[in-house]
């Protein structure tokens, strides 16, 4: 059974730094791109940024480009989202995601991720 387990999201005010983690489990994590989105209530879940299987390449959202750093660490089956210089509007639930075993180079769209994990909130507070 495929598990992602979400950690380290919590309240910070603006400008501070937070780092997201996400622990794979029941899968070869090096198989699959995966990829972190955000959510805020009565918006549609949208993409943070992604990373492919090797982890040498990513992208990010224009929102969020020079502040978020996306890693992945395949022998722990383990990703991360570093947040530096965060913004009220960036106050949403986390999530990561893997996405389909076939997919070819970074999905961006939800619908190209299979498994979720649980997310985790982030509040930036002014």
């Known amino acids: 059974q495929v598990r992602l387990v979400e950690s380290g999201g919590g309240l910070v005010q603006v400008g501070a730094s937070l780092s997201l983690s996400c622990v794979a489990s029941?899968?070869?994590?090096?198989?699959?791109?995966m990829g972190w989105f955000r959510q805020v209530p009565g918006k549609e879940r949208e993409i943070v940024g992604g990373?492919?299987?090797?982890?040498?390449?990513?992208l990010y959202a224009d929102s969020v480009k020079g502040r978020f750093t996306i890693s992945r660490d395949n022998p722990k089956n383990m990703a991360s989202l570093q947040m530096k210089s965060l913004k009220p509007e960036d106050t949403a639930v986390y999530y990561c995601a893997v996405a389909s075993e076939d997919s070819f180079g970074i999905p961006t769209m939800p619908s190209g991720y299979n498994y979720w994990g649980q997310g985790t909130q982030v509040t930036v507070s002014s």
């Open positions: 990373i492919n299987r090797s982890g040498g390449s990513t």
């Open positions: 029941g899968l070869t994590f090096s198989s699959y791109p």
